[in-house]
């Protein structure tokens, strides 16, 4: 069983900076972890991808709306994924959910929610103008 812990969120104004936690543990051992992802939500919208990183700190990926403005990072020793987010806007108004992935021997697309097995509860941002 993996478990996924969100923090950090919180109230911003626009052009400010927050950095969001995921803590993760896993019953199994945290190895049986392959790659660590942050989604967002908006109220009344669709689950979005925002960025994505292997547990050993490789293999980024950024959404297009976040590119040059958040930084994803691992800390393997810590079990522990950061979000780095700058220069925020109200477009970036949501709950954040970590996600966490086993490894798997086929191709598989990183930016659909679908793919990913195991969900943190979300830790809420707001950004205000």
């Known amino acids: 069983q993996v478990q996924l812990v969100e923090s950090g969120g919180g109230l911003v104004q626009a052009g400010g900076s927050l950095r969001l936690s995921c803590a993760y543990s896993?019953?199994?051992?945290?190895?049986?972890?392959?790659?660590v992802a942050w989604f967002r939500q908006a109220p009344g919208k669709a689950r979005e991808f925002v960025a994505t990183v292997t547990r050993s700190g490789g293999g980024t990926l950024y959404g297009d709306p976040v590119k040059g403005r958040f930084t994803i990072s691992s800390d393997c020793l810590k079990n522990t994924v950061y979000l780095q987010m700058n220069s925020l806007n109200p477009e970036d108004t949501g709950v954040y959910y970590c996600?966490?992935?086993?490894?798997?021997?086929?191709?598989?697309?990183?930016?659909?929610?679908?793919?990913?097995?195991?969900w943190g509860q979300g830790t809420l941002v707001i950004v205000s103008a």
């Open positions: 896993a019953s199994g051992g945290t190895s049986t972890i392959d790659r």
């Open positions: 996600a966490a992935a086993a490894r798997r021997p086929r191709a598989w697309d990183v930016r659909s929610p679908q793919e990913w097995q195991y």
